[in-house]
């Protein structure tokens, strides 16, 4: 005859209550997966997420563009009123800039390189632009009052090779008070800083070239870097977009 053996007391029970323990464990366990690191890494995800939503959103990136960056520069806060006088120290202002397409370049007579290169190239450009030129001024505006009179800026831009003021695509030199230089600077955003002393300081200036339509509206900057033929190239174009 065969004895079946009856489970030892307790061992049915154990076995019953070590399921709930062994499923506790396991929700532990899934906790822990969760730790610092982790949490760290899913914010840095949901960040980034986040980020590209408003790039996309930023995007210079229009429909009906082809998939290239639309450029548009009329909306740049660049320009406005000014108080001046020019190379024959006739009072001017902003109106100066009306009925001609102008290149505005920041600068002083005294500059060592910069202020040259850069009209040198204008005046390259100018005679690029064929008939076109007479309907083209370049506008030099002096950062340095103190040494920069009327009759220095005369002197200094027949020296450059550009026309005369008064003629077809004349250059216009503007000089001033330190007021009105530093209002004017203002309204174009330009920045100079005086560096040292004595009668042979120089003047720290940016170097933008800021292109303005006929109507005194800022269209887009030029680079003297890009070379004449370039800058030409955008000043037609410009004048064709209206």
């Known amino acids: 005859m065969v004895q079946t053996s009856k489970p030892k007391s307790g061992t049915g029970t154990k076995a ?14 899934s906790k822990r997966a ?13 960040v980034i997420a986040v980020l590209s939503l408003v790039f996309l959103s930023l995007s210079p990136l229009r429909p009906g563009s082809g998939g290239q960056p639309v ?21 001017v202002d902003e109106r100066v800039l009306l009925g001609k397409w102008s290149a505005v370049f920041f600068g002083y007579t005294y500059c060592p390189d910069t202020c040259p290169a850069t009209l040198s190239a204008l005046a390259a450009t100018e005679a690029r632009l064929g008939p076109a030129a007479k309907t083209f001024q370049v506008v030099f505006v002096s950062v ?18 550009l026309p005369a003021l008064g003629l077809p695509g004349g250059a216009l030199g503007l000089t001033g008070s330190p007021t009105q230089v530093a209002d004017i600077a203002k309204a174009y955003d330009a920045l100079y800083a005086k560096v ?31 070379g004449p033929d370039a800058m030409a190239k955008q000043i037609a174009e410009a004048a064709q977009q209206g």
Request: zero cysteines; charged letters at 20%; proline letters at 9%.
């Open 16 to 29: 019953h209550n070590d399921a709930p323990r062994g499923q506790a464990k396991a929700r532990s366990a």
């Open 34 to 46: 969760l730790s610092t690191p982790s949490l760290i890494a899913l914010g840095v995800v949901a």
């Open 71 to 91: 450029q548009s520069y009329g909306e740049a806060r660049i320009g406005g009123p000014f108080k001046m006088l020019d190379q024959n120290g006739r009072p």
């Open 144 to 161: 340095d009052p103190a040494r920069d009179t009327p009759a220095q800026m005369k002197l200094y831009l027949s020296a450059q090779g």
């Open 196 to 226: 040292g002393n004595g009668p042979d300081y120089q003047v720290q200036h940016s170097a933008a070239i800021y292109l303005m339509d006929p109507h005194g509206k800022f269209v887009r900057p030029l680079n003297e870097a890009q």
